[in-house]
């Protein structure tokens, strides 16, 4: 919880001596990391290993205050209940010796001490980006955060996120709406592929994130310029905001030039749209960071921030 490049070592230190290896991934529902998903990973790193079979079983039998002798005697009896007939157990785990015996197979034990790879899942779920270079590349979008750069209409939002993005070497999320309009003339299905539009780019960044994805504004967003000019929001705009989970808000506020293009035509409506935009998020319960000052002044505030939350 999450498997790690210590885990991806022991299982391939154990596939080398084996004709079949069975990889155990025990779970409960109290789990910090669904079992599915927790479970796809190791499908997805040992996909092109046939002799790794990959398996699950609930875990309602321990019982940990039991001494590891009892304890895996009863972890035993499952197993054989469960899986073939095993021949050798590996572990780097205190329990694997006796579980050994309980089981009536040998034990072998990988780097126990952690000295080829010192990290743990604990260790990995308390400080993520500490050991991101342990987490193989298919669980760290689980790790990602995201952060919504937020706010009307030129505020500076997609020259930060476009800074932002190459100051943390990472990737961002640009705001697809300038990809499908090039006017306010547009209709709900327009809307509605936007919303997905922007919605599977975050998808998709995500996992080729370095730790932090930046995304310039949000389906909140969407939302607000739909009810604004069309006077209806479609059910799907609410369903896909359920979906992405926000580590930071960052509201950009309105004491910056006004500079007009091709689709900005609220210019004389900052204050209103400004309030909105606020709103929206108070209404929520989301809380944000206000950005003020040049745009200077905005990246510090926001790179501050940000270095918080990778801390």
Same mark, same amino acid.
């Given at each position: 919880?999450?498997?790690?490049? *210590?885990?991806?070592?022991?299982?391939?230190?154990?596939?080398?001596q084996?004709?079949?290896?069975?990889?155990?991934?025990?779970?409960?529902d109290?789990?910090?990391?669904?079992?599915?998903l927790?479970?796809?990973?190791?499908?997805?790193i040992? %996909?092109?290993?046939?002799?790794?079979k990959?398996?699950m079983?609930?875990?309602?039998?321990d019982?940990?205050?039991?001494?590891?002798?009892?304890?895996?005697?009863?972890?035993?009896?499952?197993?054989?209940?469960?899986y073939?007939?095993?021949?050798?157990?590996?572990?780097?785990?205190?329990?694997?010796?006796?579980?050994?015996?309980n089981?009536?197979?040998?034990?072998?034990s990988?780097?126990?001490?952690? %000295?080829?790879l010192?990290?743990?899942?604990? =260790?990995?779920?308390?400080n993520?980006?500490?050991?991101?270079?342990?987490?193989?590349?298919?669980?760290?979008?689980?790790? +990602?955060?995201?952060?919504?750069?937020?706010?009307?209409?030129?505020?500076? %939002?997609?020259?930060?996120?476009?800074?932002?993005?190459?100051r943390?070497?990472?990737?961002?999320?640009?705001?697809?709406?300038?990809?499908?309009?090039?006017?306010?003339?547009f209709?709900?299905?327009?809307i509605? %592929?936007?919303?997905?539009?922007?919605?599977?780019?975050?998808?998709?960044?995500?996992?080729t994130?370095?730790k932090?994805?930046?995304?310039?504004?949000d389906?909140?967003?969407?939302?607000?310029?739909?009810?604004?000019?069309?006077? +209806?929001?479609p059910?799907?705009?609410?369903?896909?905001?359920?979906? +992405?989970?926000?580590?930071k808000?960052?509201?950009?506020?309105?004491d910056?030039?006004?500079?007009?293009?091709?689709?900005?035509?609220? *210019?004389?409506?900052?204050e209103? =749209? =400004?309030?909105?935009?606020?709103?929206?998020?108070?209404?929520? *319960?989301?809380?944000?960071?206000?950005?003020?000052?040049?745009?200077?002044?905005?990246?510090?505030?926001?790179?501050?921030?940000?270095?918080?939350?990778m801390?």
């Open positions: 919880m999450p498997i790690h490049e *210590g885990h991806i070592a022991l299982i391939n230190f154990a596939a080398s084996c004709d079949e290896l069975i990889v155990s991934m025990s779970y409960t109290q789990d910090p990391i669904a079992e599915d927790r479970f796809s990973w190791i499908v997805e040992f %996909k092109d290993h046939f002799a790794i990959p398996a079983i609930r875990d309602d039998f019982n940990e205050g039991l001494p590891l002798p009892e304890r895996t005697k009863k972890w035993s009896e499952v197993i054989r209940r469960t073939p007939p095993i021949d050798v157990l590996f572990s780097s785990e205190p329990y694997g010796e006796p579980f050994a015996v089981l009536g197979i040998v034990h072998k990988f780097d126990p001490e952690r %000295k080829k010192p990290v743990s899942a604990t =260790m990995i779920r308390k993520p980006f500490n050991y991101w270079e342990y987490i193989p590349i298919v669980v760290r979008p689980h790790f +990602v955060k995201k952060v919504c750069i937020y706010g009307p209409e030129s505020t500076g %939002k997609s020259t930060l996120a476009m800074k932002l993005a190459d943390y070497h990472t990737e961002y999320v640009p705001e697809v709406a300038r990809e499908f309009i090039d006017s306010n003339d209709t709900i299905d327009d509605i %592929k936007i919303g997905l539009a922007h919605f599977n780019r975050i998808e998709e960044k995500t996992k994130a370095n932090i994805l930046i995304c310039d504004t389906v909140i967003t969407t939302q607000i310029y739909c009810r604004h000019y069309l006077n +209806v929001i059910d799907i705009l609410y369903d896909l905001e359920k979906k +992405v989970n926000f580590s808000y960052f509201l950009l506020d309105i910056v030039p006004w500079i007009a293009d091709g689709l900005r035509d609220l *210019g004389r409506h900052r209103f =749209m =400004m309030k909105t935009f606020r709103d929206e998020l108070i209404q929520r *319960g989301i809380t944000f960071v206000p950005v003020k000052g040049d745009y200077v002044e905005r990246e510090e505030i926001i790179c501050r921030e940000i270095d918080r939350l801390l």
